[in-house]
């Protein structure tokens, strides 16, 4: 939660101000225009720990550069300065949709006749504008009808997923695009090798629009707004920007539109909208990665220079009066009961963004805020936090709280309220000001190691015109403010000028349904071609040589004066250290482990109470954590490395010590027992945790091995204390991934003290997977959509089978131009998310799994299985799209680099499955030498004919239980049985 938390924060508030600074940091800030060696100049920001290089090009393109090179890869975004704040008023979600067709391919990507493919495209168009503009029922669905049969005409000139297929040979990852109210995002991470291939790809794709395949990828897009009517928390999003913006479109057009909007497009207004905004001066191209800055910015001078600059106007749009009293909102669903208080804030960039970050982190940081420590670590509710957002135009400031049992939500909001009260009195020690700026700082260090995070730190200042100055002077700018400061702001910001939303359980009758409108499955052509493509693939890129790693030489051992072992890594970008000693053992071996580990969180020493005990860790810059799993055990440590030796001091302190206390252990227990009650109204929990654990071991599962309610209230707290004291007594390993091994192997003499002689481990309890097949395990839940996973047991793990499964799962099951994607919702428009893949095991001796899912409408579902069990019998054969997915896996691996700490834990992996090096060699050759036939002998001997079963949630109202008994026997299940939880009825708390 702390990382989370922390995390959040950084990506949505370190972010650039246009504020006067003194002249000492404007001089170490000091932004520079230098040219580089083709004469483009640049801007750069003196001591600016990214490097970015800031280019602007003659058309008025943003080019942001910044190198980094562990590893032979370029995370990619071409960004967009508009979203669905400018959609039309008549055509909401346009811009998203919009962002979905720009896949689609040009007039030279995805057609083999361009000029026979156009006049349908117009014909297609000519009736949408009819569509919309017809009132009447039956005429809409004659002219829906005729634009079904012409797009099934046009398809047998176009080509599905030509770009997909060439951005993915490339060895292309993450491929991807988002809109939000102010950008359109588009994302990939790239072989450093393939960056000019990219460019020319990339050039040519944002060159001009063409909406082929256009109605089913508007069913597709619908079905991502059925996804979201089943999502409560996107439902009390929306209500809550409602009442903060009752007149700008961040409060009055969602991006994924209107539903009615959604039915009745208009392509001319959508190629106007790209028009309009899709240009040079209104875009920005973000590169972070292993390349040379002069030979890059060149090549994409190259490829996007030509781009015609044309004035943009971005619609001036509606103030909003300030909010003087409370306003309230109200949801319905069938997820557990929250709230929400959201305080409307200034834009980004002003002083008020950084007051509010400030007091964001001083009322919850994960680990030692008012809330945190007040609500959260006392379990005055079951949960509680606050996070800010600040957009180019506004922000907010959200709190949001989880009842406990018997506890209302406005119980919850009063407690919420009177935290920011205690803010406004100053009730918060005065170091707590400079422990978030180190806090923040630290986060900030770890998000400028990773390529995708300071992408997008890139793309918030180019969307939100923000000076880069002012984002590298962020901390500094916050490290000047003063507590006084803060409770000043904090009373004139907090007061009766929020946004109250109530999510209830219960039924939402706003729910839009809309029937199936039969679409014709449209041609996919895999086979065939364009002459586009086919001189991309006949470009050459430098090529790029895969480099695997010896474990054995990479994780040095040392031991402890006891004999311990440690494996360390050293830690060559910066300070920052994780230390992790391990216990090869669980709940499996304990079935109360985790619950005591859980409980110690709750919990204060001899020495300090439970809060003091966080504070002090939060006064270093160190987490720590004891997390339980089901086969091992870890007691961590992170933070900065000049901390590590009182971190652990600190922690084998509360280690040792630890005080058992009844209040908190009794509402430690009332807090699980929310936690399973809430567990049962998440459809994404009961399916992928109950239906999918039962459909694998049945009643014998890990899932359903719990203590019963009236066993957790009779144990003894102090019991629960001694196990993990005892803990220490075990057989024990550690890592260490951080500079100066020798000072942290002599922190760990001073203060990890354990018995001379340590035990062996409890024995396991074994959970044996039961056979697949003939069974529809189903479970009746309020939803729109219903969504299906069809689980196979296969033969036990071997690793010869690696290879073949790895370009399987690329080829058939798995990404935008996957054989089951294509068909799915390419072609036939009956889901917007499906997949297949043959899953690998976890452990040598465990069992590896065929499995496949789809999320579709309940009235698509009958079609939608046909169509998945018909792939899962009978794979498509295309070689082109096999030579592409064989050359896709290839690069994949080649620039794949395994480095840092992820070195020893991807080790731990292989180990488990009994690999004791670095198997991605073996992988890598034989893909090389497979061919279709090899494919198709893996797909007939694994995938083929397998038994499954089926695991079903949706409305029973709308389910077709009758098509589902054609899988296998139906059995309506209990989700309290699922779970092996108690009926309500039977919980006496």
Known sequence: MKQIKLCMMLFVVALAYNCKTENKTDLAYAVKTQEDTNGLSYETVADDPTGLRLYTLENGLKVYLSKNTDEPKIQTYIAVRAGSNYDPKESTGLAHYLEHMVFKGTDEIGTTDWEKEKAYLDKISELYEQHRAESDPEKKKELYKKIDDLSLEASNTSIANEYDKMVGSLGATGTNAYTWFEQTVYVNKIPANELEKWLTLESERFSQLVLRLFHTELEAVFEEFNRGQDNDYRKRYAAMLDGLFPNHPYGQQTTIGVGEHLKNPSMVDIHNYFDKYYVPNNMAMVLVGDFDFDETIKEVNDAFGNFE????????????????SPIVKEVFGPTAETISIAFRTD???TKEEKMVTMCDMILANGTAGLIDLNLNQQQLV????????FLKEYGYHVFSGTPKEGQ????????????????KKGEFDEWMMDAVINDLKLNQTRRYENNSALADMYVDAFIKQLDWKNRVTFLEDLRKIKKQEVVDFANEFYKDNYVVTYKRQGEDSTIVKVENPGITP???????SSAYITNFNAMNSKPLKPKFIDYKEEIKETKMDNDIKVSYIKNDQNDLFNMNIIFDMGSDNDKKLGLAAGYLEYLGTDKYSAEELKKEFYKLGVNYYVSAGAETTYVGLSGIKENLPKGLELLEHLWNNAVPNKEAYDKYVESIVKDRKDTKTEKGSVLYSGLMNYGKYGENSRLRNIFKVSELEGMNPAELVDIVKDMKNYEQRIFYYGKDIDAAVTALNANHVVADQLNT???AMAYAEKETGGNVYFVDFDMVQSEMLFLAKGEPFKVENMAASTLFNTYFGSGLSSIVFQEIRESKSLAYSAWSNYSTANKKDDSNYVMAYIGTQANKMPQAVDAMMDLMTNMPEAEEQFQAAKESTLKKLAAERITKSNIFWN???LKKLGIDNDNREDIYNTVKNMTMEDLRNF???????ENYNVMVIGNKKDVDLKALSKLGNVQEMDIDYLFNYEQPEDIKM
């Open 907 to 909: 080790y731990e992996r």
């Open 522 to 528: 449209v041609n996919l052509n895999r086979e065939q």
């Open 309 to 324: 600059r044309k004035e943009v106007v971005h619609p001036t749009l509606p103030k909003e009066e300030p909010i003087t």
């Open 347 to 349: 834009a980004t960039g």
């Open 939 to 945: 797909f007939n001997e694994n995938i083929k004919g």
């Open 761 to 763: 481990y409890p024995e």
């Open 382 to 389: 079951q949960n509680a936090g606050c996070s800010p957002t």
């Open 408 to 423: 209302s939500l406005d119980e919850v909001k009063l407690l919420l309220l009177g935290e920011i009260e205690k803010l």
